[in-house]
């Protein structure tokens, strides 16, 4: 079977990039919640199971996941003459830092935006609504990819959610009581999650597009806008929100209710990352010590997003809020406390596909197909990307994944078709170690050179000449070939060194029974003409010497003259 995806109002915002996906299952591995279906090695996200974290995106290392971009629905929004405001998050001086910062607002009304303002102003109001909460144990929404996982994967917490809308929301409720309600609102931030939410039926009326940090830096290019040409100026705004710009850093929420947060307290606790999250929903309600959590999908809170436009480190990007937060005093004009409907619900959402749901018999059945009957031989090495061979096995079932993921055994069923393809070869293969000892030889091997099992870790020399060996073991070569003859078998030999596995591999093709063609007669007489040369070259050399090297030089060309002689036995 194979997932589907699920109603247009939950339809995905990541998408791949199938030319550039290469198979490597790193998507896999980082997905949360294994939301990835690979089929002929290309990985898709799949709608029905995904919380749109985005982690595959910045995790894929050949940028073959992209989130879907709105540049164009927000350009169009602006060119058919509709007033479109703009709400930027407050982690966007992790993206523009220092200098920067203060001149996005010009730089934001140069494309178009008549009015330009700070989505801190609605996490101000969403931290005032949340914390009016009595009830213990309540986990605050403001990050839309905490809610989906909850929804779609832990729906017994639904009721432990605050029934209050996301920052995002807010302000945009805010800047429509303030603009009028045909404005159109366009969210700017570093989230995958927000472009989901807003599709959401019951937020279609209050946010018309969702743009990256990543698309905004994009647009400023297409649009020729330099930040360093543009003047600083201020955003627009009703309220006081200065601690709210911290709500994009882990805690950052905590610190805009005004709550305390230290290790002696047990009013609240802040968690960031797909760990810490599910151990927190792992651990029973009934033991939640806290009164409220905020839960941040992203490692460090939003300044870990996928939608920047360039890596840094989450140090670098705190800093770069921090200081920003830190460059502003008190609000000097009069704060205008806007009354709104912050109330929202949330439901759980199912899933099409899960684990759960496949049968036993099935994962058995897939396991003993990819020669895993034994459980020795589920290694749960997590090469596939799935925590374990269970896993992986229910996932082959559901049609999510494909049984040739599975690392160790495609190398062992690689391993035995290359034995199988040695042993049935009609030439002899033989194998050596670092010392040129024999490890390994086939049939053919031991069938031309008459021999067993026996001389296995005997030196090559003590079946073949060995010369070509020791040339490669020299580094001198890499390869080596000859024609040669011994016990009366004229053979032709390819040989080959492989320095990382510290092995020789020899292949042998009988010549006798066979015609020789013309390429092998110049082989062999090339040979012939060297070894001449190189018995001139010892001649003359220990001529030198005639009395200390005599028995030496007579020893050697007797040697190599019965070599040539060899060379041309049984010819004719």
């Known amino acids: 079977m194979r997932p589907q995806e699920r109603k247009e109002g939950f339809a995905n915002v990541i998408k791949t990039d199938l030319a550039n996906c290469m198979d490597c299952y790193r998507c896999v591995r980082a997905c949360a919640v294994k939301a990835i279906s690979v089929t002929r090695g290309q990985a898709n996200v799949m709608d029905s199971l995904c919380v749109q974290c985005g982690t595959c995106v910045h995790e894929c290392p050949q940028k073959a996941k992209l989130i879907v971009s709105e540049i164009d629905r927000v350009k169009e929004l602006i060119a058919s003459g509709r007033k479109v405001a703009c709400s930027i998050a407050p982690s966007f001086p992790a993206a523009f830092p220092g200098w920067q910062s203060n001149r996005i607002p010009s730089a934001l009304r ?26 213990r144990g309540r986990i605050f929404t403001a990050c839309p990819a905490v809610v989906n996982y909850v929804e779609l994967y832990r729906p017994e917490y639904i009721d432990c959610l605050v029934d209050v809308v996301s920052p995002m929301l807010a302000h945009s409720k805010m800047l429509r009581e303030k603009l009028g309600s045909d404005i ?29 940090f990543s698309e905004l830096l994009q647009w400023f290019e297409e649009e020729d806008i330099d930040l360093s040409t543009c003047t600083e100026s201020d955003f627009q705004r009703e309220i006081d929100y200065r601690d709210a710009r911290l709500f994009p850093i882990q805690g950052g ?15 609240v606790i802040h968690v960031s990352g797909f760990k810490q999250i599910k151990e927190l929903f792992d651990t029973p309600q009934n033991e939640w010590p806290f009164r409220f959590a ?43 406390e806007p009354s709104l409907d912050l109330k929202t619900h949330f439901s759980p959402r199912q899933r099409e596909f899960c684990f759960e749901m496949v049968r036993e018999e099935d994962i058995e059945a897939v396991l003993v197909e990819t020669g895993k009957a034994n459980p020795e031989d589920r290694l749960n ?23 040739s993921m599975c690392m160790p055994q495609m190398r062992r069923q690689a391993q035995q078709r290359m034995d199988k393809i040695i042993e049935n070869s009609p030439n002899g293969v033989v194998i050596l170690d670092q010392d040129l000892r024999i490890v390994h030889m086939n049939s053919a091997f031991k069938k031309l050179f008459i021999c067993n099992n026996r001389v296995l870790g005997r030196e ?12 490669l073991s020299s580094g001198r070569a890499d390869s080596y070939e000859a024609v040669r003859t011994k016990y009366g078998i004229r053979y032709h030999e390819m040989l080959y060194a492989y320095p990382n596995d510290n092995q020789y591999v020899g292949f042998y093709a009988n010549l006798t029974k066979m015609k020789m063609e013309d390429s092998e007669i110049k082989l062999i007489k090339k040979q012939t003409i060297e070894q001449a040369k190189k018995l001139l070259d010892h001649q003359v050399q220990f001529a030198q010497d005639l009395v200390h090297y005599l028995g030496r030089s007579t020893a050697e060309s007797e040697s190599l003259v019965k070599r040539m002689m060899e060379l041309y036995e049984d010819e004719g």
């Open 460 to 471: 090559i020399s003590y079946l073949v000449n060995a010369e070509g060996y020791e040339l």
């Open 253 to 267: 929420m905590i610190k805009t209710c005004g709550l305390k947060d230290d290790v002696d307290y047990s009013e």
């Open 184 to 212: 159109a609102v366009v969210f700017i931030g570093p989230c995958a999650a927000k472009k989901q939410e807003a599709r959401r039926e019951e937020n279609r009326d209050y946010v018309q597009a969702v743009l990256t």
């Open 110 to 135: 140069r494309l178009g935006f008549c009015y330009v303002s700070e989505t801190a102003e609605g996490a101000s109001l969403i931290a005032a609504a949340s914390i009016q909460t009595a009830q």
């Open 381 to 403: 090495c997590g090469a596939c990307g799935y925590d374990n061979c269970r896993e992986k096995a229910a996932a082959v079932v559901l049609g999510m994944a494909e049984a």
């Open 294 to 336: 905020e839960p941040l999908f992203c490692e460090g809170g939003c300044i870990g997003g996928p939608g920047f436009p360039k890596e840094e480190s989450i140090f670098k990007r705190k800093l770069a809020v921090q200081e920003y937060v830190d460059s502003f005093s008190e609000f000097a004009g009069a704060n205008r």
